[in-house]
Structures are given as structure tokens and as C-alpha cells.
């Protein structure tokens, strides 16, 4: 599985207008559901949802990353939004470090492995100092696109 395979570019956020995480979440599925890959009249819920799993558990993996996730019913396959800020966001990261990277995964119910797939697929790019810094420098969807089409050629770059 590649990123291209479930980041929808569509829905990239090159400057999150949130200045805390629960809004960066509701602004994410707020542009997932514009796209129309599930119901956007879901996205109040699916944002709940999304939060509700921060809340027992941050994915703010530190070094400026964070990856909240959730699997709902509304979504019928995997699909995930990229969104940027300058400023830095708390997510309550592991390393108490500002989030400037955030990869919003929703995922079907139905189908586990497609999200435990994904998950790895975002953990080994983001495990990787290039990715984030690059992630991090992008100021446009075609940016953010093109970073994805060459980290899924190299994926070991």
C-alpha cells in the first residue's frame, strides 16, 4: 500500500486555521467530507469520534507529528488528509513539542488490516527525518502531492 493510495490531496490543509487539536481534527474531516469520500453530513460525528480517541490516548508521536486516527462506519475505505501549520499546534505530544505535521486517518470498520496497513505505511515515512522536514516546508497541495509520489518511489529515502 502506498500513501497515494488513501491520502486524499484534495482535502490538504497547507495552513490550518485551528490553533488547538481538537479544531485541526474538525478542520481535517471538515475537508475529507468536502471531498466527497463519505457523507459530509457525518463530519460532526466522525471529528467526535476522532477526538474522543485523543482523549484516551494522544497521537502526537513528537518531533512535530502527530497522526490522529479513528475507524467509522460512515467511511467505506481508507482515506486520509494532510494538515500543515506554521504556528504549531498542541496535541499533547509525547515530547511536549508543538505539532506542525498532522496525518488525519479514517478508516472502515470493516476492514482492519487496510488501516493497520496504513498506519505503517504513514509510521515508516514519518520515522524519517527528510519526510517530516520536507512535509513540514510544504506550502501547497501540489507540494504535499509531489513529496507523497517520491517517498512512494523511494520509500526508503
Known amino acids: 500500500m502506498k500513501l497515494s493510495d488513501f491520502v486524499c490531496t484534495e482535502a490538504t490543509i497547507t495552513e490550518l486555521q ?10 481535517l474531516v471538515s475537508a475529507l467530507g468536502e471531498t466527497g469520500r463519505f457523507n459530509k453530513g457525518k463530519s460532526r460525528e466522525i ?3 476522532v477526538i474522543k480517541r485523543e482523549n484516551e490516548a494522544s497521537t502526537g508521536l513528537g518531533k512535530g507529528v ?7 462506519k460512515a467511511v467505506k475505505e481508507v482515506i486520509a488528509a494532510i494538515g500543515l501549520s506554521s504556528k504549531g499546534i498542541n496535541f499533547f505530544a509525547l515530547d511536549k513539542q508543538p505539532v506542525y ?15 493497520l496497513q496504513a498506519m505503517e ?3 515508516r515515512h514519518l520515522q524519517q527525518e527528510r519526510f517530516r522536514k520536507f512535509l513540514r516546508q510544504c506550502r501547497s497541495a501540489e507540494q504535499v502531492e509531489d513529496l507523497i509520489d517520491e517517498a512512494d518511489e523511494n520509500p526508503s529515502w
Not at 485551528?18 to 485541526?24: K, L, N, P, V
Request: proline share 5%; no cysteine; charged share 25%.
Open 18 to 27: 485551528a490553533s488547538d487539536r481538537d479544531g485541526a481534527i474538525m478542520e
Open 47 to 49: 471529528a467526535a469520534e
Open 66 to 72: 502527530a497522526v490522529p486516527h479513528v475507524k467509522h
Open 101 to 115: 505535521s498532522v496525518i488525519l486517518l479514517i478508516s472502515s470498520v470493516d476492514d482492519p488490516d487496510k488501516h
Open 121 to 123: 505505511n504513514i509510521f
